[in-house]
């Protein structure tokens, strides 16, 4: 297939800008618009050498002549003869929220040069990033100082509840987003998928979709299992339990995988000096927690909930144990909170896009419960998983809130598929759980499991571990996958990511493999992903 021209790219512009109705349409044109790319203006994206492009699709895909919005999207084309040539690949880094452009240079990392054989085609979702219009509702939202996430005390309660509802609030202030918010469902998302596809030309889609990107691709196969090609599923989502119950379920195991963490320093005293037994350490956490409620640090801004946040991070990935343990040991022992904020503000203050868009899909991608049973669900599970129970609940609170209504969850069924599928999760993995990966596995009997046993990394793909990484290189070349083993699988065990022996953002921690990301593009999918929680 010969690559499309290189003309025009799109600019980004605000919420309030939705483009008039289209003019008609033949058929063939609504079936293959064009998408015209040009060198990407976005500094960060030409670095990667992307090219860059829009396709205007349907605010509302049941009425496709109707309001047009714009997905932003990139382009590596193939360096690889036109007979090696094996078709498109869609990405996706998860979220939902997560801008995606940065993903396309995602070949470049496939152990063996097997990446230069396709076209990567990265793109933000409806309402992120460089997609218009883009959701946006208050920059204040992720503040500093703010209280502790466990509501011991009713101003708590009112702190937070009013806080969230007043975020909802501004979510839907405008015509143009409340037109936005009622098209926002990972259903429109699946159907934008289609849209591309259709606009590339490609017979089927192949695709490598990381975290809340499990969900879009298995979703797109039960809607579309004629199209699907090669699907890569890394850190998979349980379809049964989006997003209410899921959000239970990662409360559980980042509790799990926090002690897990407290252990890693525990086993190191004389390089961390926070003492020698997990329960040691934890209960320095804590203490900590409460005298930050009382003192904040950090010249007043670093309180319990920024703190919080940040040590979440351990719970996702073991890239930066060796820095989050230095700096949390700097904060405990000296009062020290500097850097442990510094790391707050990187990842959370600033431009809330990704949060809004994180809302937009989540409340109405079901239905959620009223606060008495929130309140009283986050109670139980916080007597047993307190590291993260009352911040994850009130960082979906807003959909107490939503001024959008929410549709009926999608059942997700693979047994229409007859494409082979390749899952991948660690065992331990606290965002989306293990058991998502099995029970994924279970409903499309054409996919092989890989696992990393033990393993505690969040899409742990591309993080340096040969047997992880030459699967998806045998894959994407082949077709080849693990042989399916009797049972629940895993259908191959491959070791864990471990954590580097020093600080500093670095996925280059296992076996020697040419698919290490480089920290920059690192960075980019974690924060994708936190965009999730």
Avoid at 411 to 439: H, Q
Avoid at 507 to 531: E, F, I, K, N, Y
């Amino acid at each position: 297939m010969s690559r499309l021209p290189v003309l025009v790219t799109a600019a980004l512009v605000g919420i309030g800008v939705l483009s008039a109705p289209a003019p008609a349409a033949t058929a063939e044109q609504a079936a293959s618009p064009v998408i015209s790319w040009s060198e990407c203006r976005n500094a960060e994206l030409a670095s990667y050498g992307l090219q860059c492009g829009s396709l205007a699709v349907p605010l509302d895909h049941a009425a496709p002549g109707g309001t047009r919005i714009r997905l932003a999207l990139t382009r590596r084309p193939h360096t690889s003869s036109e007979a090696a040539y094996r078709g498109v690949i869609l990405t996706n880094p998860g979220g939902p929220g997560g801008t995606g452009r940065s993903l396309a240079s995602l070949g470049d990392y496939v152990p063996g040069g097997v990446g230069d054989t396709y076209d990567w085609i990265g793109f933000d979702p409806r309402g992120v990033g460089g997609s218009t219009p883009s959701l946006r509702c208050s920059r204040s939202y992720f503040g500093v100082n703010r209280p502790s996430y466990v509501p011991t005390r009713s101003k708590v309660y009112s702190y937070w509840l009013n806080k969230n509802r007043a975020y909802a609030n501004a979510c839907a202030s405008t015509a143009a987003k409340r037109s936005l918010l009622a098209h926002m469902s990972t259903g429109n998302s699946v159907r934008d998928m289609e849209a591309i596809r259709a606009a590339l030309g490609a017979e089927k889609l192949n695709y490598y979709g990381f975290s809340y990107g499990t969900y879009l691709g298995q979703l797109y196969a039960q809607r579309h299992p004629a199209r699907v090609g090669r699907f890569v599923l890394d850190g998979v989502v349980d379809s049964r339990r989006a997003w209410y119950a899921a959000n239970h379920d990662q409360d559980r195991a980042f509790d799990r995988n926090l002690k897990i963490f407290w252990r890693y320093l525990a086993e190191r005293p004389r390089r961390f000096k926070l003492g020698t037994t997990v329960g040691s350490v934890r209960r320095k956490y804590f203490r900590t927690l409460t005298r930050l409620d009382r003192r904040p640090a950090a010249s007043g801004r670093l309180g319990p909930a920024e703190l919080s946040d940040v040590m979440l991070e351990a719970g996702y990935h073991v890239f930066d144990w060796p820095g989050l343990g230095e700096a949390l040991s700097r904060l405990v022992r000296r009062g020290q909170g500097a850097t442990l904020f510094a790391r707050y503000r990187q990842s959370q203050m600033g431009d809330d896009n990704s949060f809004a868009v994180y809302n937009a899909v989540q409340c109405t991608d079901q239905k959620w419960p009223g606060w008495a049973r929130t309140r009283r669900d986050a109670w139980r599970i916080h007597r047993t998983a307190p590291f993260l129970t009352w911040g994850n609940t009130w960082f979906n609170a807003p959909c107490l809130f939503w001024r959008a209504p929410a549709k009926p969850r999608a059942v997700v069924t693979g047994t229409a598929v007859k494409a082979r599928m390749l899952l991948i999760s660690e065992t331990l993995d606290a965002a989306t759980p293990y058991s998502g990966a099995v029970r994924t596995r279970a409903l499309f009997p054409s996919a092989s499991l890989v696992a990393g046993m033990g393993g505690t990394t969040h899409s742990s793909s591309f993080s340096g571990v040969a047997c992880v990484d030459n699967t998806v290189a045998t894959y994407l070349r082949t077709g080849q996958l693990p042989r399916r083993v009797a049972g629940a699988g895993p259908d191959r065990r491959c070791p864990r990511v471990r954590p580097p022996l020093a600080s500093g953002f670095s996925a280059r921690t296992g076996p020697a493999a040419s698919g290490a990301l480089p920290d920059a593009l690192r960075r980019d999918l974690v924060a994708a992903q936190r965009a999730g929680r």
